[in-house]
């Protein structure tokens, strides 16, 4: 039975596939990566027609539902090997056996919702036995065959990498079936309706970022002062917007929510319009109507601006149809600035807002399918933003499968033929 066994990656196994570098990842990263997959992992099965997630695409290939079930095994007994490893002398690790477990168990005829939340429940369990790990315990070792040893460090960057693989086996096995029934992947949009810096370098607006994921509501990654413009010069009616994301309170990126909502107003608007942003951002939009529209935060009208507060860290939120997470960056604010990851019909888009390096971008980029970051200068050093110089000198690190670079000054665009990653320009757009 142990000649059947599939060997174990390597202490430094590199996934080309899904840009995946054991040695490279630190256990801090591989946690932020843990924390998002269950959401990710729910929007791709749920972006699978319902009819199809039990099919195999081909004979040895799983379904969707096995996968499912896969994972939440994997999280249960990672769990268990992590906790054995750090509390007992070198372990022998029992394999999990994964064809016989989705034989005896019927991966394929699970309660798939229910699987799930199993699985949600399992790698925040993981996550909780990786807290309890000190320092000194990562070097610690455990066998599964004879000449496998593999350290508890190992046993995270693996769980991590075996949720990030299996995603993308998802989103494809999703793909495959709706091309061979004749249907179609969810399309998603990314849209630069604005792309600029504060002071309209290069003639463009501020940022604005449109995803679109179907025919959901769009939602806005920022909402600069020239927002309701540079959406209008796109052919988007502002009134479609379900929802604006702010990455931090600076007008080039939260100045254009009056004008939104007044314009709403006046023409006569009746969805919703959810608005997300960092601690502060209800009491700064009321402050911002009242400074530019005296007597407008306080004017009923026929829809609800509903504002939530995004904390850094803290679990993923539900907005618009999409899950959206928020990890601190370096700006230099005296309210906080987000990086933001967001989840919709099976499509992951990280957006670093404005920030100086920070490794919890490499965490926010990690297996994403387009990652949009700020390069405000070239090689300059200017405090608290990014320049292409950091994101060149960080590469290797930005595990995303695409990264385009927006809010550049003119001294960054005068090097636009220099660059060494996708520029965004008002109206650039991106079917992912």
């Given at each position: 039975m142990h000649a059947s066994l599939p060997p174990l990656a390597a202490e430094d196994h590199v996934c080309d596939a899904c840009a995946v570098v054991y040695r490279e990842t630190r256990?801090?990263?591989?946690?932020?990566?843990?924390?998002?997959?269950?959401?990710a992992i729910r929007e791709a099965v749920h972006a699978v027609p319902p009819e199809t997630r039990r099919v195999r695409p081909e004979p040895g290939t799983w379904s969707v539902a096995e996968y499912v079930c896969h994972l939440r095994d994997v999280y249960v007994s990672f769990t268990i090997r992590l906790h054995r490893v750090r509390t007992e002398r070198q372990?022998?690790?029992?394999?999990?056996?994964?064809?016989?477990?989705?034989?005896?168990?019927?991966?394929?005829?699970?309660?798939?919702?229910?699987?799930?939340?199993?699985?949600?429940?399992?790698?925040?369990?993981?996550?909780?036995?990786?807290?309890?790990?000190?320092?000194?315990?990562?070097?610690?070792?455990?066998?599964?065959?004879p000449g496998e040893q593999r350290s508890a460090r190992w046993l995270v960057?693996?769980?991590?990498?075996?949720?990030?693989?299996?995603?993308?086996?998802?989103?494809?096995?999703?793909d495959t079936l709706r091309d061979a029934a004749g249907g179609a992947r969810t399309r998603v949009t990314v849209t630069f309706a604005g792309s600029?810096?504060?002071?309209?370098?290069?003639?463009?607006?501020?940022?604005?970022?449109?995803?679109?994921?179907?025919?959901?509501?769009?939602?806005?990654?920022?909402?600069?002062?020239?927002?309701?413009?540079?959406?209008?010069?796109?052919?988007?009616?502002?009134?479609?917007?379900?929802?604006?994301?702010?990455?931090?309170?600076?007008?080039?990126?939260?100045?254009?929510?009056?004008?939104?909502?007044?314009?709403?107003?006046?023409?006569?608007?009746?969805a919703p319009l959810t608005v997300a942003g960092p601690v502060g951002t209800a009491e700064r939009l009321t402050a911002a109507l009242e400074l530019m529209f005296p007597g407008s935060s306080t004017v009923r009208r026929r829809f609800d601006v509903d504002v939530i507060e995004l904390r850094p860290g803290a679990a993923a939120t539900k907005i618009g149809g999409a899950s959206v997470r928020a990890?601190?960056?370096?700006?230099?604010?005296?309210t906080a600035s987000l990086g933001l990851r967001v989840e919709v019909a099976g499509t992951s888009i990280a957006y670093s807002g404005d920030t100086a390096w920070t490794d919890a971008l490499v965490d926010l980029a990690h297996g994403s399918d387009l990652f949009i970051a700020e390069s405000y200068f070239?090689?300059?050093?200017?405090?608290?933003?990014?320049?292409h110089a950091d994101l060149l000198a960080h590469r290797d690190r930005l595990?995303?499968?695409?990264?385009?670079?927006?809010?550049?000054?003119?001294?960054?665009?005068?090097?636009?033929?220099?660059?060494?990653?996708?520029?965004?320009?008002?109206g650039y757009a991106i079917d992912l």
């Open positions: 256990v801090d990263e591989a946690v932020g990566v843990l924390a998002d997959l269950p959401d372990p022998a690790l029992e394999p999990m056996f994964n064809d016989l477990r989705a034989r005896r168990f019927g991966y394929n005829h699970c309660d798939l919702a229910a699987t799930l939340d199993e699985l949600a429940a399992a790698a925040a369990g993981f996550r909780a036995e990786i807290a309890r790990t000190a320092e000194q315990d990562w070097e610690r070792t455990a066998t599964r065959l960057r693996q769980a991590m990498h075996e949720g990030v693989h299996h995603l993308g086996d998802i989103r494809r096995i999703g600029g810096d504060a002071f309209g370098s290069g003639g463009c607006c501020q940022a604005c970022i449109v995803v679109r994921a179907g025919d959901r509501a769009p939602i806005l990654l920022d909402c600069g002062a020239t927002s309701p413009m540079a959406l209008k010069r796109q052919g988007i009616d502002p009134n479609t917007v379900g929802a604006v994301l702010i990455s931090h309170l600076h007008v080039d990126h939260f100045g254009g929510l009056p004008q939104l909502i007044l314009d709403g107003q006046f023409r006569r608007r009746v990890v601190a960056v370096d700006h230099g604010m005296p070239w090689d300059k050093p200017v405090p608290h933003h990014l320049r595990a995303s499968r695409r990264i385009v670079l927006t809010h550049m000054s003119d001294d960054m665009l005068s090097h636009a033929g220099e660059a060494a990653f996708d520029l965004a320009h008002d």
